[in-house]
């Protein structure tokens, strides 16, 4: 067994932790949980903290166990929330559970061994508790007065929205789990981002209180980028773990684009790389910073581990070939979709086909038949200084003709206008 508390906290990850936990650990093999709200059919980049948690804590010899919230999922957690967020039916909470369970899987090990993972389901306890039995059994314990005391609902009792009575009752749903955990599964220690530290407390204080036991609180930091922007949002969104969501070439230039800043922290946290693996790619990084090498090795990484080696190798073929020196051929592998996917929020013009067929001059193209330029003017100016290329190559002459053999796929043409403007023509 490896020491799991010194693992996060070289890694930067340890935030909190109750007195006694690490000596507990230390002690042998120690059954944990995480709780993962079922908000969507698909955990995000924002989870990855979790989740790494978990394999470092299976790592370290001890028994992971994934709480699926089927019923915490439909009240919502109000610990950093603004507002109250949409109840969900169980209609959707089912479906979101059956894509977090494939995406788990993929990240813990799943087996009959002793510190297998385990994946529970926190409505198979809920389901059929009465609401007379939960205020007797659990409200009984836990006095309004702690429940007040805690930060998330301080906050939201001082804000213009207020707190419901649903989201109140919250802290005590999810106290209750670890009550559950603890009593059937010796759960002893819940984890969770430092938001969730006022719900694990008051777990381990129903279990004081109710049984006179012991249990333990590890909480992780909240992950932030160094320019203050959201980690895990982008300007289309979330960055999602499913690739039908964000496909693996998304996901990858993701952490590809991390500033140096944000990297040196991420790739202790997001790998699992050694402390020495580390050190020795953070001086090849610092000696030549332009090859990003810290950035490679972290997207790397973690778009296989995500999604697999033939992802990754797809992704970094895809970044070759568009900023790179990618051959066409790997551009005619990929489906209609993963070129819609790659060139999404990229300027796209559609063509008629026909009109390709006895084929039409370039500068005609990109003024005319589409706005890559103002101007014919222009187009001529930009091509004939070299400034544009058609499918990765050099328009020579703007009265270069482009016809339906310049089709990439039988369907596309890829414009690029100096070193950083794309622009995709669909032929139909």
């Not at 690739?243 to 070439?249: D, L």
């Not at 489906?335 to 929020?345: K, Y």
């Amino acid at each position: 067994m490896t020491n799991f508390v010194e693992e996060l906290r070289w890694r930067g990850m340890l935030q909190d932790m109750m007195p006694g936990t690490e000596e507990k650990l230390n002690e042998g093999m120690t059954s944990g949980y995480i709780g993962f709200d079922p908000t969507a059919d698909s955990l995000h980049v924002g989870h990855l903290t979790q989740i790494m948690t978990l394999i470092h804590f299976q790592r370290a010899g001890h028994k992971p166990y994934a709480l699926v919230g089927g019923a915490t999922g439909m009240v919502g957690d109000p610990s950093g929330k603004s507002d109250e967020r949409n109840l969900q039916t169980e209609e959707m909470v089912a479906h979101n559970l059956a894509g977090m369970k494939r995406q788990l899987s993929k990240f813990l090990t799943f087996n009959s061994e002793e510190n297998g993972a385990v994946m529970v389901n926190n409505a198979d306890w809920f389901k059929d508790m009465s609401l007379f039995t939960f205020i007797r059994d659990v409200g009984k314990h836990i006095t309004v007065n702690y429940m007040m005391a805690k930060d998330s609902v301080k906050r939201r009792l001082e804000g213009d929205s207020g707190l419901s009575f649903t989201e109140f009752c919250y802290q005590l749903i999810q106290g209750y789990d670890f009550y559950y955990l603890w009593k059937n599964n010796n759960c002893l220690v819940q984890m969770g981002g430092s938001d969730q530290w006022g719900n694990i407390v008051t777990g381990t204080e129903l279990i004081r209180r109710k049984d006179a036991g012991t249990a333990f609180a590890i909480t992780t930091q909240l992950i932030k980028k160094a320019d203050g922007t959201k980690f895990g949002k982008t300007e289309s969104g979330a960055v999602w773990l499913d690739p039908e969501k964000t496909s693996p070439y998304k996901f990858y230039q993701f952490w590809l684009n991390a500033s140096d800043d944000d990297t040196k922290k991420w790739i202790r946290i997001f790998t699992l790389k050694t402390q020495e693996e580390i050190e020795i790619l953070e001086q090849q990084h610092n000696e030549a910073p332009h090859l990003r090498i810290l950035q490679k090795a972290l997207a790397e990484d973690i778009t296989v581990r995500t999604h697999s080696a033939e992802a990754l190798e797809t992704a970094i073929k895809t970044s070759e070939f568009l900023f790179g020196n990618g051959s066409l051929e790997f551009f005619n592998t990929l489906t209609e979709a993963q070129v819609l996917e790659i060139f999404e929020g990229i300027p796209q013009y559609l063509i008629a086909k026909e009109e390709l067929t006895a084929g039409i001059d370039a500068a005609t193209i990109l003024a005319e038949k589409t706005s890559v330029f103002p101007s014919k003017g222009e187009a001529k100016k930009t091509i004939q200084g070299g400034g544009v290329s058609l499918n990765k190559e050099k328009i020579k002459e703007a009265s270069q003709l482009v016809s339906v053999a310049d089709l990439l796929n039988d369907q596309f043409l890829i414009v690029q206008k100096g070193k950083k403007n794309y622009f995709l023509l669909i032929a139909k």
